[in-house]
């Protein structure tokens, strides 16, 4: 599955990027507060035998998906609700450099 990437590991990199944008907005003018994040993803689901049975969710480019003639693959929304770990009660502010394009 070169083409996959799985679901744990793609959680942790959005994790890691929005701490990222979270750490570059600390002093920007103009912040966002991220009530929810909502993905949608192509996921395969991957069962082994050895040693034990695994589960594993493969995350897959919509693109890559109907070259994948072996592997079933099924349509996951994920909605999640960013938590600051220092403030637990507080909305996180996510803020990030602006976009070739954006006003």
């Known amino acids: 599955m070169n083409d996959a990437v799985e679901l744990a590991d793609m959680i942790a990199q959005l994790r890691q990027e929005l701490s990222r944008a979270m750490s ?23 069962r082994t035998h050895e040693p034990g049975v695994k589960v594993r969710f493969w995350v897959f480019d919509a693109s890559a ?27 996180a502010l996510i803020s990030g450099d602006e976009l070739l394009g954006e006003d």
Do not use: H, I
């Open 65 to 91: 998906t109907a070259k994948r003639s072996a592997t079933v693959t099924q349509k996951l929304t994920l909605t999640l609700q960013p938590v600051r770990t220092d403030a637990p009660d507080q909305m």
């Open 24 to 46: 570059a907005g600390e002093d920007a003018d103009l912040r966002f507060k991220a009530e929810r994040v909502e993905l949608e993803l192509t996921v395969g689901v991957e």
